[in-house]
């Protein structure tokens, strides 16, 4: 499940089966929330479906609201947090090395990634700990600070970056990349159509999304 947008305040969130590639439901929000994920869901439900598990973008909010469920955090919305808070260049060794780690993220195991982790840590702990002395009277400061925000990211995520390889039984994708395509894909047909009036604009969705 995830969202895309179409302009400001015009938001799809779509909920897709990972095994047919079916849409199940869809709705148009003006923002994504938690509670909306929660009503999609119920939909489904109702409607007679089984959840077996869910992959989701990670956003605050949606690992405590579905515990009951198996959840995937998608590898590469993983990899695109660590990649904004480090860039794709950084400069410092230990930001190129924790940047190489997270890029492995979708092309290893859960023991491998979690063993590469905490040797990166082991190596770096003093350089991630560093402080910078502020001015007389104001507390000092850590220095790197988006290396910190990146390592955290990945060690508050880890527990659901691997939901796929603890429930191999279960065939969790683990990505999102199946939504993903499908919205690239649609917002690609949609630029052909520059201009359409907003009522348009959902009929041609709806209809894209039936197909």
């Known amino acids: 499940m995830d969202t895309t947008y179409f302009g400001r305040g015009v938001g799809l969130m779509l ?6 590639g ?19 869901l119920q939909i489904l439900i109702d409607k007679g479906y089984i959840i077996l598990g869910l992959v989701c973008d ?11 469920y198996p959840l995937q955090i998608c590898q590469f919305h993983q990899i695109a947090i660590v990649r904004r808070y480090l860039t794709k260049n950084p400069k ?12 492995l993220l979708t092309k290893t195991d859960k023991e491998s990634f979690v063993g590469g982790l905490e040797s990166w840590y082991k190596q770096w702990e003093t ?11 104001k ?43 499908h919205f690239s894909d649609l917002k690609n047909k949609l630029r052909n159509h520059n201009g ?5 604009k959902i009929r041609f969705i709806d ?3 039936k197909a």
């Open 139 to 181: 507390k000092s400061r850590f220095t790197h600070r988006k290396l910190r925000s990146a390592y955290r990211s990945l060690t508050t995520n880890l527990p659901w970056l691997f939901t796929w390889y603890d429930h191999l039984e279960l065939k969790i994708p683990n990505t999102t990349n199946a939504i993903d395509g």
């Open 15 to 20: 909920f897709k089966d990972a095994y047919s």
């Open 22 to 40: 079916t849409n199940l439901h869809w709705d148009y929000v003006a923002h994504e929330t938690v509670a909306l994920y929660k009503e999609g």
């Open 207 to 209: 209809e894209f999304l």
């Open 127 to 137: 350089f991630l700990n560093e402080r910078t002395a502020k001015t007389e009277g």
């Open 92 to 103: 410092s060794l230990a930001s190129k090395a924790l940047l190489e780690h997270t890029l």
């Open 58 to 68: 990670g956003k605050r909010g949606l690992i405590n609201s579905f515990a009951q």
């Open 196 to 200: 359409m009036a907003l009522k348009r």
